[in-house]
């Protein structure tokens, strides 16, 4: 599939001839300025010029953007034991935007990485705070109220937002960008800030397994057979503000992935997280990633936005999951 997303773009490519220029353009990404492909004439070396430096890092970030968010999911639901829950539920997707947003009304230069440390910041800032109102006076948490607080301050960070987009130029082209959810326009300096973060969040997460299905016979049940509920929290917590933050640096607000994956995958699992959770990484990747490549193509010579692509089809593939009966924890 990835191979696939290298040959397909806006601009009509021959299938063969794109892969036999998928070496050169992988040399071309990752050494631009020192290529002997840069000004030459010849239609395979411009060929390999535009998959190196526009579709590989577009396929990249796409992949990376989905893989987090899928995980992320896997890892929310797990946690709240709520299989509604995703990152733009919680409010982490409003979180990175508003973070980033304010940096852009502050006037900081968003430079590829300070706009992910931004973004992670926003999301991190909002999974402890909405973690902390769900357990606040409880001792356990509460699923509805983490919920309710996401929802609450979704709301919030989103209407500062909107104020920040029409008091500031620089706000409103930043808010552009993030709106729809997209990898256009993606470099491989977006890959380099995005992948240690979101790279870092997988190893977390993918060390959550065990303690998700511990976790899932109660907190007494998990503690009585060694597992430091205290602690499992806290790694989550840190994981889902990395996946989340760094999705959404990368590829803007996407919703449904963190939502839809993790049911889809659900299906063939069981109810095993440390299966689950490689799983919804997969699927979380290939959603995006099939998102973007039919958003190129369907009304060629212009794109479509992965995140509408991603909301026109994960809508009704949701409701049926859910007609279906395959929706829950």
């Not at 606040?136 to 509460?142: E, I, N, S, V």
């Amino acid at each position: 599939m990835m191979v696939w997303s290298l040959t397909v773009g806006s601009r009509a490519t021959p299938l063969w001839d794109s892969v036999v220029a998928i070496p050169d353009a992988i040399r071309y990404a990752l050494s631009p300025t020192d290529s002997p492909l840069v000004g030459n004439p010849d239609k395979h070396a411009q060929l390999a010029v535009l998959i190196g430096g526009l579709r590989l890092p577009r396929t990249l970030v796409a992949l990376l953007a989905g893989a987090a968010l899928g995980l992320a999911g896997g890892i929310i639901q797990g946690h709240t034991h709520n299989p509604l829950a995703e990152p733009g539920v919680l409010g982490i997707n409003a979180g990175a935007a508003a973070a980033f947003i304010g940096a852009a009304y502050a006037g900081v230069e968003l430079h590829h990485i300070v706009g992910t440390v931004v973004a992670v910041t926003g999301a991190a800032v909002v999974t402890v705070v909405v973690f902390a109102f769900s357990t606040a006076g409880r001792g356990t948490m509460d699923p509805m109220a983490m919920v309710l607080a996401g929802v609450a301050l979704t709301a919030l960070l989103m209407a500062c937002v909107n104020a920040m987009v029409l008091a500031s130029a620089e706000a409103l082209d930043a808010f552009r960008h993030w709106a729809t959810g997209s990898v256009e326009g993606a470099t491989m300096a977006t890959v380099w800030a995005v992948a240690p973060i979101a790279l870092i969040g997988c190893v977390l997460a993918f060390s959550q397994g065990r303690a998700l299905n511990l976790m899932d016979l109660g907190g007494a049940s998990a503690h009585a057979l060694g597992l430091s509920v205290r602690r499992a929290r806290m790694v989550g917590i840190a994981s889902i503000a990395l996946l989340g933050g760094a999705a959404v640096a990368g590829a803007g607000p996407i919703t449904f992935v963190g939502l839809v994956a993790p049911h889809i995958v659900r299906r063939w699992t069981g109810p095993d997280y440390r299966r689950i959770l490689p799983y919804s990484a997969a699927v979380g990747a290939a959603l995006t990633l099939g998102a973007d490549m039919i958003g190129r193509v369907i009304i060629q010579p212009a794109e479509l936005q992965m995140g509408i692509v991603l909301a026109i089809v994960g809508a009704p593939l949701f409701i049926g999951l859910i007609r279906s009966g395959k929706v829950g924890g």
